[in-house]
């Protein structure tokens, strides 16, 4: 017989666990470059319209749709429409966490070298940190197997079972998470120089906006939201029955952003003030963080436990990832979760190698981009786009939207979703997507 499937202990667990997958390196690293990339306050302004219109409505239909059928991705869709292909949405989400654990290992391995870099002294005041950033990333081998630990960790969790583990182990990590930040905040904001960065950060420039910078905004959403790729169908099939659906979603989104705008404003002022470039892409907060610690008293403490936690944050966010693929061949295939989870960890750690040697030390490249950045152009330009597209689709028209909103709202103690929620599924957010989609591909 089976084991009894496992649920969230309490409400709280709930919440903190998908807001341990939201909030991770799509937060804290990758946020503040896409900003920087996309020019700055505009970008924050085009990405909150997306959150709001897109991230929200699909936060709900997610949690709805895994909470009403107790199953991985590909169980769900097949629950709820037997015999259809439309299990295969639930395949790009097992593909897409597969993808996106290759590469996201990779930069939680380099923050966890960060993490003994900063303890052992050799990131003080007076290193190039740009250099210092590019050479590490740089080298074949020290990267790889940081990215080897941060996968065998993840894999070991997820092999002993999910709920209780990740349940309790967010409950501590989320607020001290956010204390850093904001003393990080603190201290970017009162350096001198901060507030051409402020201006950069939090003034928009309406012209610079273009059909790329939706495209960006979409994919960052996404990607920060764990949407799109059914890891909050997974944790919202751990639900129980009496949870509450919008207050919870909302709650997600909420800290979800908290976080990453926290981070941005962290980041910026320190860009600007230490006279580093915004445009340095994925090596910005490894660059300018690590350069404001060692300016500050106890630099190397706060400096420590910045990187412990950015390590800690994509463990919480890795877990959903690997999750849904183990929930996968677990509840379908019946593969023993210690094994699936031992197969699937070691197959994104090949995947990751290649994607940790493009960053420098070997030129391999797809589509006249690093390997490393095709993963990451996959991810945010087709899969989750895609995947979320199509569950909305079939929330909306196969589920249909009435039951979708009827079971969302079952037990709901916060709010009601009124029939506007239908509306917004059924037409507004999948016709958002799919504009987006093909102005930022064709345009
Ligand atoms: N949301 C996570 C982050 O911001 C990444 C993630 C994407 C996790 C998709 C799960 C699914 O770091």
Known sequence: MKPARESWTTKLAFILAAAGSAVGLGNIWRFPYVVGENGGAAFVIVFLIIVALIGLPLMVTEITLGRETKKNPIGAFKALAPN??????????VLAGFVILSFYSVVAGWGISYFFQTVTGSLTEGTDFEAAFFDHVGQGFAPVAWHALFMALT??????????????AVRYLMPV?????????IRGVTLEGASEGLQYYLQPDFT???WQTWLDAAGQAFFTLSLGMGAIITYGSYLKKDDDVPGSASWIVGLDLLIALLAGLAIFPAVFALGFSEADGPGLAFITLPAVFAQMPFGMFFGAIFFLFFSVAALTSALSLLEVV???????????????????????FLLGIPASLSMGAV?????????????????????LPIGGLLTLVFAGYVFTASKTR??????????????????LIKYITPAAVVIILLAGLFL
Do not use: C, H
């Open 363 to 383: 030129d391999i490249q797809v589509m006249g981009m690093p390997f490393f950045d095709f993963l990451d152009y996959l991810q945010e330009t087709f899969l």
């Open 177 to 185: 998470l956010f204390i850093l930040i904001i003393m990080l905040v």
């Open 155 to 168: 894999g070991l969790i997820i092999g002993l079972g999910i709920v209780k583990g990740i349940g309790r």
């Open 84 to 93: 259809t292909p439309w299990w295969l949405v639930g395949a790009i989400g």
């Open 326 to 348: 183990v929930a996968w061949l677990v509840d379908e295939k019946e593969m023993s979760r210690p094994k699936a989870s031992a197969l699937v960890s070691f197959g994104i």
């Open 208 to 210: 610079s906006i273009t």
């Open 406 to 423: 009827e079971s969302a709202n079952e037990n709901s103690t916060s709010f009601k979703l009124g029939v506007w929620f239908e509306w």
